[in-house]
């Protein structure tokens, strides 16, 4: 079958050239049928692609070990939502094990899409894959990300990690097109992850001498651009974001909350004892979400033309509507009970927050 060159990119650091063959038959060309799309997995984030597909997408929530290719049939296309946008579903996974089942399901997942015959597979994950770090503002497409320099890390990050080591392994092959998306903070309706719980804690918490702006994507947002990559023939990593970011002092204030400054050994030293002892599930190193930055430049994306219909300051507010009314206190998020529910980032936060609290009190008193 003929088909024509898409190019998508632009040259220099921090920028990607995505190549495709868009078939006569792609989705977005005139005078055809739309094509049977099919979104794998769970959770608000995959609510979100699901609506952005509208009515030619339908939902599947895992593919079966047993017949896989029987739950994708007829697929022309195939989202696969690895970020859940819930915490609860992948806190305590630690090492390849706990990643093993999610590596499976990835696997059986684009191998039945190959079986199938689609065309295009989507694999949205997110951008903290490239971890965050005080001395790197922004991230771009082609930025490394954390596999390979030690080894994967347990929770939500190892989660992605192990599923995009998958579709790396998968985009090798001619067919099908892959696209995997890496979205900065997401929110929305239903979302929890870290930065949702940084703002259900009674302080915001920042790290000394550190600027962390806030860049927040919703959730209609990640659908669309898997839409927009599909219809367009986009390739490889893509990261995802509006173009603007918030500064600490516009969050403050935007959320009503003041800040607690501690000094990042103090911060990342507690939370690291904290999860040792076994109060919180997942490892310190979660709480650089929140602390630092991990912008995305959204480079292949914006290079295409896709623009975001909601601004990070859009986002904020409906972050905050999500969680008015709800905070991380120890008494009630923190508890032994509910530490799995938490994360070990919005633990920390609601912790070292109130402790800080505490001590500037005494110490005014």
């Given at each position: 079958m003929s088909g024509r060159q898409v190019r998508s990119g632009r040259s220099g650091r921090g920028s990607r050239q995505a190549t495709a063959t868009a078939r006569p038959d792609a989705p977005g060309d005139a005078g055809t049928q739309a094509p049977d799309v099919v979104v794998v997995g769970t959770g608000p984030v995959a609510a979100g692609v699901l609506a952005a597909w509208g009515a030619r997408g339908r939902a599947v929530d895992e593919v079966p070990a047993v017949d896989p290719a029987s739950a994708l049939t007829g697929a022309h296309v195939v989202v696969l939502v690895a970020h859940p946008g819930d915490l609860t579903t992948v806190a305590g996974r630690r090492g390849p094990e706990g990643h093993a089942p999610a590596v499976a399901h990835a696997q059986r997942t684009l191998a039945a899409a190959r079986e199938v015959g689609a065309a295009h597979v989507v694999v949205v994950t997110s951008a903290i894959v490239h971890?965050?770090?005080?001395?790197?503002?922004?991230?771009?497409?082609?930025?490394?990300?954390?596999?390979?320099?030690?080894a994967v890390p347990d929770g939500l990050v190892g989660h992605l990690l192990a599923v995009e080591a998958v579709a790396a392994r998968a985009a090798r092959r001619r067919a099908p097109l892959l696209?995997?998306?890496?979205?900065?903070?997401?929110?929305?309706?239903?979302?929890?992850?870290?930065?949702?719980?940084?703002?259900?804690?009674?302080?915001?918490?920042?790290?000394?001498?550190?600027?962390?702006?806030?860049?927040?994507?919703?959730?209609?947002?990640?659908?669309?651009?898997?839409?927009?990559?599909?219809?367009?023939?986009?390739?490889?990593?893509?990261?995802?974001?509006?173009?603007?970011?918030?500064?600490?002092?516009?969050?403050?204030?935007?959320?009503?909350?003041?800040?607690?400054?501690?000094?990042a050994a103090t911060a990342f030293g507690t939370a690291e004892r904290l999860h040792r002892v076994g109060v919180l599930p997942a490892p310190a190193a979660e709480l650089?979400?929140?602390?630092?930055?991990?912008?995305?430049?959204?480079?292949?994306?914006?290079?295409?033309?896709?623009?975001?219909?909601?601004?990070?300051?859009?986002?904020?507010?409906?972050?905050?509507?999500?969680?008015?009314?709800?905070?991380?206190?120890?008494?009630?998020?923190v508890e032994r009970r509910d530490a799995a529910a938490l994360g070990a980032a919005g633990a920390a936060v609601a912790l070292l927050g109130t402790a800080a609290i505490w001590r500037q009190a005494r110490r005014k008193g």
């Amino acid at each position: 079958m003929s088909g024509r060159q898409v190019r998508s990119g632009r040259s220099g650091r921090g920028s990607r050239q995505a190549t495709a063959t868009a078939r006569p038959d792609a989705p977005g060309d005139a005078g055809t049928q739309a094509p049977d799309v099919v979104v794998v997995g769970t959770g608000p984030v995959a609510a979100g692609v699901l609506a952005a597909w509208g009515a030619r997408g339908r939902a599947v929530d895992e593919v079966p070990a047993v017949d896989p290719a029987s739950a994708l049939t007829g697929a022309h296309v195939v989202v696969l939502v690895a970020h859940p946008g819930d915490l609860t579903t992948v806190a305590g996974r630690r090492g390849p094990e706990g990643h093993a089942p999610a590596v499976a399901h990835a696997q059986r997942t684009l191998a039945a899409a190959r079986e199938v015959g689609a065309a295009h597979v989507v694999v949205v994950t997110s951008a903290i894959v490239h971890g965050a770090h005080p001395d790197r503002p922004v991230l771009h497409d082609d930025e490394p990300v954390l596999a390979g320099a030690r080894a994967v890390p347990d929770g939500l990050v190892g989660h992605l990690l192990a599923v995009e080591a998958v579709a790396a392994r998968a985009a090798r092959r001619r067919a099908p097109l892959l696209t995997v998306l890496r979205p900065a903070a997401v929110v929305g309706r239903g979302v929890d992850s870290f930065v949702t719980r940084h703002f259900e804690a009674p302080r915001l918490l920042v790290v000394r001498g550190v600027e962390r702006p806030w860049q927040l994507v919703h959730v209609d947002d990640v659908g669309a651009a898997s839409v927009f990559a599909v219809e367009h023939g986009l390739t490889g990593p893509l990261t995802v974001g509006p173009p603007d970011v918030l500064t600490p002092a516009q969050v403050s204030a935007a959320a009503g909350m003041r800040t607690v400054e501690l000094a990042a050994a103090t911060a990342f030293g507690t939370a690291e004892r904290l999860h040792r002892v076994g109060v919180l599930p997942a490892p310190a190193a979660e709480l650089a979400y929140v602390v630092y930055p991990w912008t995305v430049a959204a480079d292949g994306l914006t290079a295409a033309g896709f623009v975001p219909q909601r601004s990070s300051a859009d986002a904020l507010e409906v972050l905050l509507e999500g969680v008015r009314g709800r905070l991380a206190l120890a008494g009630r998020r923190v508890e032994r009970r509910d530490a799995a529910a938490l994360g070990a980032a919005g633990a920390a936060v609601a912790l070292l927050g109130t402790a800080a609290i505490w001590r500037q009190a005494r110490r005014k008193g």
